[in-house]
């Protein structure tokens, strides 16, 4: 058997086993998928300035995010219907976090339910991230349902009036499997999905279902109905940084929604910087897109964020495995972590500091 090294290789073994409607579905962005292409590209434009003489030989890459103590500064971002990488979904994606000691964050429209994620991770730390219906009933009760089954935070994803075209979904007709279900829902809910008439079947459901008249006044609501701290995923700009700390918010997650919202937006990691700058000391700031190595989870820690997600990796390990393919996945960033943070004169994510990462422009200028 091949041996697999680094997430690229997870990716190259799931592509070729997994279903291509299923494939083009987690792989895919907007648009021309420039800004899926600049995710990636752009940590390779921060160069890492290494400390030496440090005696790293004892390394702690542990660290706390909303009062809750993690192995590492990487989670696990939310990605919808999981089931279709492997029949255990995401519960096999919960069970990996526990063990290892970090974050899980559960999609709305999950191939596996709230409570079938209490029950297979009872110990992990669990987010669940929220879409808003135009249904505030069936918001609600998603509310209320994480609650129950122990999730600590709620994550609110607020770039998704509706979902952006994906083009591969959009030839694929996309619709999910007829095996699979949205677990979260019932009936028609659950159903719509299996089903499409033109197009992809995914957006016919958010176009049919989710709210694209939410507002800050939205965020207001949902901090009316919750006691769990609430997170903004999806914010890209200062300017909306701001109105997050003026609403009250415990953290927000720059995010580009994996690159699936509108091409064109920049790269998470280029807009980092000047976020963390704004608003930096009044709200815990998290990253995700393109991050597949340790250097990238260096220069993102570097550049003020304090916690670090991917998305997609886990789908890779997913499909080469299940459970034991996530946990390799998340074992082996582990490490990567460790070794770059020593590498680069680093005993502990605190001794990260912001002038270990410079960018390339820099350089020109000399």
Known sequence: ???????????????????????????????????????????????????????????????????????????????????????????????????????????????????????????????????????????LNLIKRAEKAGFSAIVLTVDTPYFGIRRADVRNKFVLPEHLKLANFQGFLSDKINRTNEGSGLNEYVKELFDDTITWDDVKWLKGVTQLPIILKGILTVEDAKLAVDNGIKAIIVSNHGARQIDGTPATIEVLPEIVNAVGDQIEIYLDGGVRQGTDVLKALALGAKMVFFGRPVLWGLANGGFEGVKSVLNLMKSDISAVLGLAGCRSVAEITRDMVIHESYYSRL
Not at 20 to 42: C, F, H, M, V
Not at 108 to 127: F, V, Y
Request: proline share 5%; hydrophobic share 40%; glycine share 4%.
């Open 1 to 139: 058997m091949q041996q697999l090294v680094c997430v690229d290789d997870y990716e190259k073994l799931a592509v070729k086993t997994l279903p291509p409607i299923a494939k083009d579905y987690y792989q895919s962005g907007a648009g021309d998928q420039n800004t899926l292409k600049w995710n990636r590209e752009a940590f390779a434009r921060y160069r890492i300035r290494p400390r030496v003489l440090r005696n790293v030989s004892m390394r702690d890459i542990t660290t706390k995010v909303l009062g809750h103590q993690v192995s590492m500064p990487l989670g696990i971002s939310p990605t919808a219907m999981q089931r279709m990488a492997h029949p255990d979904g995401e519960c096999a994606s919960a069970r990996a976090a526990e063990e290892i000691g970090t974050i899980f964050i559960l999609s709305t429209i999950s191939t596996s339910s709230i409570e079938e994620i209490a029950q297979a991770a009872p110990k992990a730390i669990k987010w669940f991230q929220l879409y808003i219906y135009c249904d505030r009933d069936i918001t």
